[in-house]
């Protein structure tokens, strides 16, 4: 939780969305390279199905699954 609640406070000052580093595969959403699928912050009604991608909206502190192909800014995580 502390982790997404930093990632929106600066991607919130770009005034754009931004894609996070997850993925619908097999039917099931994955975290790209490592890590537990175990915190979500789905906006209501979401995933639902627009695409396997994961979107951080900047009208709100929450997800949505989008298309893969959407311009978009993103956020990398580097391991330390």
Known sequence: METNTFVWDMVKLTGKAAWLGGNLQSGNWNWVGHGDWAYT??????????????????????????VCSWNRQYVCEKIA
Do not use: T, V
Not at 43 to 63: T, V, Y
């Open 41 to 66: 912050k789905w906006k209501s009604g979401e995933p639902n199905g627009d695409g396997p991608c994961l979107e951080l909206r900047i009208e709100a502190d929450n997800w949505n699954d989008g």
